[in-house]
């Protein structure tokens, strides 16, 4: 029997996302300026306040009030009228150095031993239904968002504010093949208008006639043809979207774990990524499991992988590997099996994953806003400034959990 699976995303100036932005950004300034700095930063934001906490090991010294207000400008909160602006905001910093019983638990005498920061699960997921090797509604999601972020940053809709929402639900068949995009959810941040029926009419226009348009050509014609005249559109459904961001609702770091992954497909251990630095299996362990799990489905060990690992705190070795093929398999073994040979193929300790994917540089605030997992892999230069030391300019890569590096590797052990 068919059925309907949702996924959804939220924009850059989303609360939460603000908060995330600003943890991570601070995290990207630690490694840059101390690339062994040990950081587990968390930062709320409220109607004119930014309250940071967390802990903190690292030979940096930051200014974390200007860090976190070119974040929150950048983003596009830079008017008093948002009741949340980077110029204007109170920053509170109640970070403190990290406990020397948790550090002691993850340093060692040998780099290559170095123990996992924290107990836990993580997961990696990856199906073909895009060519990123991501679930499709989630995909439409971030992609609708994005889009609409672009649209306002250059004034091609003027009207809109930075806090957003989407929300995909796609029909399936029996054989989990989406067949169709059976409703779109769209809540967007505006200006006042002089009605309010005038402001929906307006934003139904332009999400129809400018959105959908420029989304749905990013997709390949099979995805494209999921786009019909039958999809229910629900846009700003409550009727109005002033008063958003911060001031509407209080953002927390971590509180979209599910965006941030795989929008519910596969599965989540629950540990967040932003302002964890790599020690912090959470998110290094994370990262490793995507990028295992997206190998293996480019090198067509099966149509859909989830890879779990788990740790235990101040021990190297992970306590467990798991695959999942959801009986999607191409080749003649066992979930099990394949799990086997994947311990053979992939170092999963900390250190090793640090390494191979070059977690220890400032490569981090580019994930904290449309998702960790699917982006394209790139190498950028980023500038860091100081008043406190040198600057420093660093080339470094970005998303390197999402290179197809693995798949000739796999393909030789797997004899494929």
């Known amino acids: 029997m068919a059925y309907l699976f949702t996924s959804e995303s939220v924009s850059e100036g989303h609360p939460d996302k603000i908060a995330d932005q600003i943890s991570d950004a601070l ?9 062994d700095s040990k950081v587990a930063c968390e930062t709320m934001v409220t109607t004119g306040q930014v309250i940071l906490a967390g802990e903190v090991r690292s030979k940096a010294y930051l200014d974390v009030q200007e860090i976190s207000r070119k974040v929150i400008n950048e ?21 403190h150095e990290q406990s020397p019983d948790i550090h002691q638990g993850v340093k060692r005498e040998n780099d290559e031993d ?9 997961f990696g997921y990856a199906t073909t239904e895009t060519s990123d090797y991501m679930p499709l509604a989630l995909d439409i999601s971030h992609k609708m968002l994005q889009e609409l972020s672009k649209l306002r940053r250059e004034g091609k809709i003027s009207y809109l ?29 505006h200006d006042e208008f002089d ?24 997709f390949a014609d099979s995805i494209q043809q999921l786009f019909n005249d039958q999809i229910k559109y629900h846009i700003n459904p409550t009727g109005k979207f002033v008063i958003g961001g911060p001031h509407a609702d209080a953002g927390l770091t971590g509180r979209k774990i599910i965006v941030d992954t795989y929008g ?14 790599p020690s912090k299996v959470d998110r290094s362990a994370a990262y490793a499991a995507r ?15 989830l890879v779990q690992v788990s740790y235990a705190i101040g021990i190297a070795e992970p306590t467990s590997i798991l695959v999942e093929t959801y009986d999607s398999s191409k080749v003649n073994m066992s979930d099990g099996e394949i799990a086997k040979k994947v311990q053979q193929i992939f170092d999963m300790r900390p250190a090793a994953i640090e390494k191979r994917l070059k977690l220890r540089n400032p490569i981090f605030q580019e994930t904290a806003a449309y998702g960790h997992m699917g982006k394209k892999p790139r190498t950028v230069t980023k ?13 470094v890569e970005l998303f390197t959990w999402e290179k197809l590096d693995f798949v000739d590797e796999i393909k030789r052990v797997f004899e494929l």
Do not use: W
């Open 114 to 122: 170095q123990g996992a920061g924290d107990q836990g699960m993580m």
């Open 264 to 277: 519910g497909k596969g599965a989540h251990g629950g540990g967040a990524f932003s302002g964890k630095d």
């Open 27 to 35: 995290l990207d300034n630690f490694l840059a300026f101390d690339q």
């Open 291 to 305: 990028h295992i799990a997206k190998n293996l489905v480019a090198a067509r060990v099966a149509d859909e992988v």
């Open 161 to 189: 504010r930075p806090d957003a929402k989407c929300q995909v639900t796609l029909e399936y068949s029996d054989e989990n093949v989406p067949q169709r995009i059976d409703s779109i959810v769209i809540s967007t941040q």
């Open 383 to 395: 500038k860091f400034e100081s008043s406190y030391f040198d600057d420093v300019e660093k080339e």
């Open 195 to 218: 009605s309010d029926e005038k402001m929906l009419k307006q934003i139904k226009k332009d999400v129809l006639e400018i959105l959908i348009p420029q989304v749905k050509k990013q």
């Open 75 to 95: 983003i596009g909160y830079d008017k008093d009228e948002y009741r949340f602006s980077g110029n204007s905001c109170g920053v509170i910093s109640l970070l």
